[in-house]
């Protein structure tokens, strides 16, 4: 050994046990992205009271307000993530937290038309972007491989476990306090979360290595485990080559094109289904079967705790089967489950809605964070926040159209059947689109191994 101690990062987080340094960065990544479900799901919630407060004449606009968040959320992924895989990921967890409290504290104050509420929520949603994708890579990074994807889904199913939060917080608030009260509290607890990662949240062991900031490294690694014996002289590695050039370019290097093109075109598929139900659903209820706002908000509330209850069914079934068939069987399932939602017998009997949408929550909402695990495992450090921000980025452009078509579709009066039969397809084309990555990543690993 040479006179300065050489450590493979990877091998050292692989060996530390899971200590206070992971624990506090599990839990404020956790509960960051817990409250930016929060936020991002409660407009939907609280629909049907916008309208009659606005003197809206249909549900169309709320569903342009929801696009208008998700036109923020994809730009932020695109740009955020890039700038986190330059300086860091910390800083821009800490920033985004930070800009998407303050403006949903704003949003409850200022916004008096459904226009102010669009630019506002667009504004915001610049931050919200920030979060999924850089709170994925840093818990990724430091979790032990054994552990890795089950840790990555378990603790990223927060941010549906905040948008179902939303919806009963929303039913018990808006009769007692009005709509805006939901997104005063929205707002104020990723402030005091925000605080909270200035002091916790570390920075990126692999990303600092990569950057060759070495004494960086050996302070995270003394608070990481305090039993190892840190050499200030210590240089460390990580087993890939630090890529040059534009992240975004690196994507689609050294063959990685045609899978980043798939999950690209799986991210849009899945986000336009979930934007779509998650967004609507409870101003559909509310117009066309005439269910009242709080009990719509409630069925739609089990959409989001199907995705939350379905990430860690989904996770231990990876664990045991791998990673795209089981996620090439659940959007399979997505797919039946959207059409029978307009089925006029399970909407006559709110039992039989409840639990088909719960089932649509586990499969579309809860494989979602499978397909950000899928990003974090397939890409290197030096790409990998572009590489999970870039397939939600683009994913977020389905968000967008999801939720305007079915806009569109209840300010022209279409029944429930046909308009979730339509919404099948794109579940099913993701099913499709799951299959075909699973065989270009075992032919692609074929290749690469020696």
Same mark, same amino acid.
């Given at each position: 050994?040479?006179?300065?101690?050489?450590?493979?990062?990877?091998?050292?987080?692989?060996?530390?046990?899971?200590?206070?340094?992971?624990?506090?960065?599990?839990?404020? &990544?956790? =509960? &960051?992205?817990?409250?930016?479900?929060?936020?991002?799901?409660?407009?939907?919630?609280?629909?049907?009271?916008?309208?009659?407060?606005?003197?809206?004449?249909?549900?169309?606009?709320?569903?342009?307000?929801?696009?208008?968040?998700?036109?923020?959320?994809?730009?932020? &992924?695109?740009?955020?993530?890039?700038?986190?895989?330059?300086?860091?990921?910390?800083?821009?967890?800490?920033?985004?937290? =930070?800009?998407?409290?303050?403006?949903?504290?704003?949003?409850?104050?200022?916004?008096?038309?459904?226009?102010?509420?669009?630019?506002?929520?667009?504004?915001?949603?610049?931050?919200?972007?920030?979060?999924?994708?850089?709170?994925?890579?840093?818990?990724?990074?430091?979790?032990?491989?054994?552990?890795?994807?089950?840790?990555?889904?378990?603790?990223?199913?927060?941010?549906?476990?905040?948008?179902?939060?939303?919806? =009963?917080?929303?039913?018990?608030?808006? #009769? %007692?306090?009005?709509?805006?009260?939901?997104?005063?509290?929205?707002?104020?607890?990723?402030?005091?979360?925000?605080?909270?990662?200035?002091?916790?949240? #570390?920075?990126?062991? %692999?990303?600092?290595?990569? %950057?060759?900031? =070495?004494?960086?490294?050996?302070?995270?690694?003394?608070?990481?485990d305090a039993n190892r014996r840190i050499d200030p002289d210590a240089?460390? %590695?990580? #087993?890939?080559? &630090?890529?040059?050039?534009?992240?975004?370019?690196?994507?689609?290097?050294?063959?990685?094109?045609?899978?980043?093109?798939?999950?690209?075109?799986?991210n849009f598929t899945n986000l336009l289904n979930l934007y779509f139900l998650a967004g609507l659903l409870p101003t559909i209820l509310n117009q066309t079967i005439d269910m009242d706002a709080s009990s719509a908000a409630q069925v739609a509330g089990a959409m989001q705790l199907g995705g939350t209850i379905g990430t860690f069914g989904l996770a231990w079934m990876i664990s045991r089967k791998g990673l795209t068939p089981m996620l090439t069987l659940t959007f399979g399932i997505a797919a039946l489950a959207i059409a029978f939602i307009g089925s006029p017998s399970v909407l006559a009997a709110t039992l039989w809605l409840t639990a088909t949408v719960f089932i649509a929550g586990w499969c579309v909402i809860g494989g979602q964070p499978g397909l950000n695990a899928f990003a974090a495992t397939f890409y290197p450090t030096a790409m990998r926040s572009t590489g999970i921000g870039w397939g939600l980025g683009i994913g977020r452009a389905g968000a967008i159209v999801g939720p305007w078509i079915g806009g569109q579709l209840l300010a022209m009066d279409w029944d429930p059947q046909p308009m979730f039969a339509a919404f099948a397809a794109p579940a099913a084309a993701t099913m499709l689109i799951m299959a075909a990555i699973h065989f270009m990543t075992r032919s692609r690993a074929r290749k690469t191994t020696p």
């Open positions: 050994m040479s006179s300065a101690e050489r450590l493979n990062i990877a091998d050292v987080i692989d060996a530390a046990p899971i200590g206070g340094l992971q624990l506090r960065l599990f839990w404020v &990544s956790g =509960f &960051s992205l817990l409250m930016a479900g929060f936020v991002v799901q409660l407009i939907a919630y609280v629909g049907p009271e916008i309208i009659v407060e606005f003197g809206l004449p249909d549900g169309g606009p709320v569903g342009n307000i929801v696009a208008a968040t998700n036109v923020g959320l994809l730009i932020g &992924s695109l740009f955020f993530t890039v700038l986190a895989d330059a300086i860091g990921r910390r800083p821009v967890l800490i920033i985004g937290t =930070f800009w998407f409290a303050t403006l949903t504290v704003l949003t409850g104050l200022l916004a008096q038309t459904a226009e102010q509420l669009m630019l506002l929520r667009f504004i915001g949603g610049l931050g919200m972007g920030s979060i999924i994708p850089n709170a994925t890579a840093l818990i990724g990074e430091y979790s032990p491989s054994r552990k890795r994807v089950t840790l990555m889904m378990t603790i990223t199913v927060a941010f549906t476990a905040g948008a179902a939060l939303a919806a =009963f917080v929303a039913a018990e608030m808006m #009769p %007692r306090f009005g709509w805006r009260s939901v997104l005063y509290l929205g707002g104020a607890v990723p402030l005091v979360i925000a605080v909270l990662m200035v002091k916790w949240l #570390p920075e990126s062991l %692999r990303f600092l290595t990569v %950057r060759g900031r =070495f004494r960086e490294v050996g302070q995270w690694l003394a608070r990481l240089e460390y %590695r990580v #087993p890939e080559e &630090s890529a040059r050039g534009v992240p975004v370019v690196q994507l689609l290097e050294e063959r990685r094109a045609g899978v980043t093109v798939l999950y690209w075109a799986a």
